[in-house]
């Protein structure tokens, strides 16, 4: 049985799971037809989709926040963007796929991008149908067919936005199939699917390598999580610091891939800057995801709740104290509060506190004594997504985004800022082929070189 994260006495449809091989073999079938179909004619499949889409937006936000958690106003963000995403795919399709051919040369040539086959992707619980659907937009737009297996913590809001996009296209280019890790073993193992977009935890990105490690002509692109730290200068504006680390550690209650759970200040700063955000994040209460003033949701299981237990009972220095809480509004859910801690700058970097993905509103701040110490601490975990630097001074800021190993650098902006209109994605244990942002069309499809020699009549 499932319940909604934010009200336990409501328990949520469970869909049966579906057969992955029968997709696949259909994708297959499909993709026949569907990788000649002209470039316009697919943009014609998608800009349906996109009326389709845009047509449900408030259902199928009011179906995230009920069966995920998240925030009503943050689930409507997130259907924004998917309707917003197929005009950026299209412009990204228009530009790395069209040929560029070359014929005044001793040996006219072209380069062309060319479909790799079925593609498919595999979803979060976070973003359950916006990561996704970047992945598939680029890939239908590319002339690839997709199978989608979606998280089946949002199995009933993926279905609908599956039916809406099945139905915009011809038989077989677009399938979804419900289940869990087992049927995303099962499409990322298919020797038929040639592509895979995966969005999820190390754990799962880590077993997807070793399973695809055989078919090295299987690609496979994986967006994974995130330790993600603010630096926090001597001369940076606190109160706006303090708004955008509270901001990025409370939105989907922590449960975001760029959510901030690592604060570095430097240390002549240190006291104003707790001051400031022991008062944000306690203005942080939890509320039912369905109404417009919430923002902060439950967390999206039981399981999600006891890892929060845990981590907040270490023996650590607490600047606000984290708890469960059993009821919001005489509902019971998945509920806690935002938690922040304070480590020893030389202990940190062993804690796991410091360098594990607790995907929760938990953050662990460490004071740094120069610059090179808060770049050698921000450097010290294995991820590499999202780094922000609160600074006042550009050339501060361009000289630590340099030395950052992530994905994504921000100068005064939270963790979580990702606007979708430019590439996004990570480094190191984050991730590769940066799935999540702009031109991953690239990465749907092969590059071709043709080359012509003269053509001699005769025997
Ligand atoms: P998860 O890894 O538990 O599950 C993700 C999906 O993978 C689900 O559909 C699940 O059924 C499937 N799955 C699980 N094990 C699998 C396996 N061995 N083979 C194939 N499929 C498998 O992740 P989650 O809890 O849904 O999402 C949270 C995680 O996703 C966090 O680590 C977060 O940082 C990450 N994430 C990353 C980004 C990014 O852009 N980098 C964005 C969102 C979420």
């Not at 699917?193 to 390598?209: E, P």
Request: glycine share 8%.
């Amino acid at each position: 049985m499932r319940f909604s994260p934010g009200d336990l006495s409501i328990e949520l449809p469970t869909l049966p799971d579906g057969d992955i091989s029968q997709a696949v073999t259909a994708a297959q079938a499909a993709f026949v037809g569907w990788r000649k179909t002209p470039i316009e004619a697919r943009i014609a499949c998608l800009k349906n989709a996109q009326q389709r889409l845009a047509a449900e937006k408030s259902d199928l936000a009011r179906g995230i926040a009920l069966e995920t958690g998240k925030p009503i106003t943050e689930a409507r963000g997130e259907l924004d963007a998917v309707v917003a995403k197929i005009d950026l795919a299209i412009d990204d399709a228009n530009k790395h796929l069209a040929d560029q051919t070359e014929t005044d040369s001793l040996h006219p040539n072209l380069i062309r991008r060319r479909p790799r086959g079925v593609a498919g992707v595999i979803g979060p619980f976070n973003f359950p149908i916006h990561l996704a659907h970047g992945a598939i937009t680029a890939y239908l737009l590319a002339g690839n067919t997709v199978v989608f297996k979606p998280s089946p913590h949002a199995m009933n809001v993926c279905e609908t936005y599956g039916e809406l996009m099945r139905d915009s296209f011809p038989q077989g280019v677009f399938e979804i199939v419900q289940g869990a890790a087992t049927q995303g073993q099962q499409l990322v193992a298919d020797p038929r699917v040639r592509s895979v977009c995966f969005t999820g935890s190390v754990t799962a990105g880590q077993a997807i390598a070793r399973a695809t490690a055989d078919d090295l002509s299987k690609d496979v692109a994986l967006e994974l999580g995130g330790k993600n730290a603010v630096i926090v200068c001597a001369d940076a504006n606190l109160d706006q610091a303090a708004n955008a680390i509270a901001d990025a550690i409370c939105l989907t209650a922590g449960q975001r891939c760029n959510s901030t759970s690592r604060v570095l200040v430097d240390q002549s700063v240190e006291a104003d800057l707790i001051a400031r955000l022991r008062d944000k994040l306690l203005s942080y209460v939890p509320g039912d995801p369905l109404l417009d003033t919430t923002r902060l949701g439950p967390l999206i299981s039981q399981q999600a709740q006891q890892r929060y237990l845990q981590a907040i009972s270490s023996d650590v220095q607490w600047l606000v104290e984290g708890a469960k809480v059993d009821s919001v509004d005489n509902r019971r859910g998945h509920f806690v509060l935002p938690a922040l801690c304070r480590l020893d700058a030389d202990d940190a970097p062993q804690h796991a506190l410091f360098t594990q993905e607790i995907f929760a509103p938990i953050a662990a701040m460490v004071a740094y004594r120069s610059e090179d110490h808060a770049i050698e601490l921000a450097n010290a975990t294995d991820f590499g997504l999202t780094t922000s630097v609160f600074t006042a001074n550009r050339a501060r800021f361009m000289r630590l985004a340099d030395a950052l190993i992530v994905g994504n650098a921000y100068q005064n902006l939270p963790t979580t800022f990702s606007p979708g209109t430019l590439p996004f994605g990570g480094l190191k244990s984050s991730g590769n082929h940066h799935p999540g942002g702009r031109s991953f069309v690239r990465f749907a499809t092969d590059e071709q070189v043709v080359q012509m020699g003269s053509v001699v009549r005769g025997s």
